[in-house]
């Protein structure tokens, strides 16, 4: 969850200074300036959209486990299609895959938007189109981050990187509560609409980066050698394969929560998707306070620090399960965000001073992998659990799974002992695309804490 700007401004004489010219910070290049640009259009579409096709398939009658399989539809090629897609993203310009995944996503979102606004749209036609959607992230997801790590440099990436990670976060919150209200007041259709036009207009900014800077990259051994010798520097760590495991597990609970129960609970008991996007907006504002949190506060147990942080996950399935009132949904919601970014910053630092930086891009697949690897089994499965054991029973196994496994972790001593070196920065290569939830990560809930999720 690996440089120099990429477009530094130019000298400023003293004259011009006084003058007042307006200039960008050193580090906030012109690569820097349309990624950050690019990334909040399409998270704010983004986020509308997945409670907008909830709500597609629910509007054209779909079950619960219509939703979960759609979910599932989504996950299931992003998890297939991620290693292949970092293999691609180091052989050919990152930004000719990013743009190509961007209009693949817009054509899906546009197809799917089409059809819930002019027809009937068909269980299986949804699932197609949210595949071609999560096969899109697949591909754009390891291309980004690439191209995020290269548009700053190290000694002002701390600083840009915090920037990013807030305007992602408040992109999430705008774009929870616009497309909640918006699907309530407009349908589904529209926030789908919206969606596949920010990601023309994200696409767009994309075409203009310059990757001129970026030095050619030496050929490799393949990509059965590369994946290889990621998997021995992944398995040879047991506090990184341990904690990838966990969030195996707690991302699959959460995802099927947030994804398939919550917008059911929200229908149900509190009033539609007008409180359901408040309440997951809530969460994003809980990840803005996470982030405030962490550019002062620096624990010495990084990953101690981190996992004690994965217990309130628990909270929003348990909320749903009573179910709380919308506020204090909305309380357990922000209280989970926060944490959930005090883990992300612990678990990127970790990152960065424990793995050698040429090893860094496949072992964050493999944490981007293993991480994923249980989502679309969980999302499917969700309606068939639901009607065995009743939603609320599966809402507290949800709640349930996470304090155990997150328990479990505890035993590992790295995670336990794992202390911060007093030269660790976070720079540019530790924006993982794994853990860090930005980079537009086309999550099947705003919640997905993935090691390379957050």
């Known amino acids: 969850m690996s440089s120099s700007p990429a477009s530094s401004p130019g000298p400023v004489s003293p004259a011009s200074s006084r003058r007042g010219s307006p200039r960008r910070p050193e580090w906030a290049g012109r690569n820097y300036t349309l990624l950050t640009g690019a990334a909040v259009i399409t998270n704010l579409g983004s986020h509308g959209a997945l409670i907008a096709t909830a709500f597609a398939v629910v509007q054209a ?28 993203a180091d052989r050919i310009p990152r930004h000719h895959v990013m743009v190509a995944a961007n209009a693949l996503n817009c054509v899906s979102q546009a197809v799917f938007a089409f059809l819930v606004l002019t027809g009937d749209p068909q269980l299986w036609q949804m699932m197609l ?11 754009f997801n390891p291309a980004a981050e690439g191209m995020l790590m290269a548009s700053v440099s190290g000694p002002h990436a701390n600083r840009a990187f ?3 990670r807030m305007a992602m976060n408040g992109a999430g919150v705008g774009g929870a509560a616009l497309g909640g209200a918006m699907v309530a007041l407009l349908g589904p259709g529209w926030v789908l609409a919206v969606d596949a036009a920010a990601f023309a207009a994200a696409g767009a900014l994309r075409a203009f980066l310059d990757v001129g800077h970026i030095a050619e990259r030496a050929p490799g051994g393949g990509l059965l050698t590369d994946l290889r010798e990621g998997w021995v520097e992944f398995r040879s760590r047991p506090w990184l394969w341990s904690i990838v495991l966990q969030f195996s597990v707690v991302v699959a609970v959460v995802g099927a929560a947030e994804a398939v129960y919550g917008p059911l609970v929200a229908l149900e ?6 409180p359901w996007g408040v309440a997951l907006a809530f969460f994003g504002l809980g990840t803005i306070g996470g982030a405030v949190l962490m550019m002062v506060w620096k624990p010495r147990r990084l990953l101690l620090a981190g996992t004690l942080c994965v217990f309130p996950l628990a909270l929003p399935s348990a909320g749903l399960a009573v179910p709380l009132p919308v506020w204090g949904l909305c309380l357990v919601m922000f209280v989970s965000g926060a944490a959930i970014e005090v883990f992300g910053v612990s678990w990127m630092t970790t990152m960065h001073q424990e793995i050698p930086e040429e090893m860094f891009s496949r072992v964050s697949a493999y944490d981007w992998f293993g991480s994923l690897s249980m989502l679309p089994l969980a999302t499917a499965v969700a309606g068939p659990v639901e009607s065995a054991i009743g939603r609320t029973s599966a809402l507290w196994g949800c709640a349930a799974l996470v304090v155990v496994v997150t328990a479990a972790v505890l035993l590992v001593p790295d995670v336990r002992h794992m202390t911060r070196k007093p030269s660790a920065t976070i720079g540019p290569d530790t924006e993982s695309g794994g853990n860090a939830g930005a980079l537009d990560l086309a999550k099947p809930s705003p919640a997905d804490p993935s090691p390379a999720a957050v």
């Open 61 to 88: 009658g779909g079950s619960a486990g219509d939703v979960g399989l759609v979910a599932a539809a989504r996950t299931l090629p992003l998890v297939l299609f991620l290693l292949i897609g970092g293999a691609i």
């Open 129 to 139: 189109l949210t595949a071609l959607c999560g096969t899109g992230t697949a591909f």
């Open 162 to 164: 915090a920037l990013f």
């Open 269 to 274: 008991r509190l009033g539609g998707a007008a």
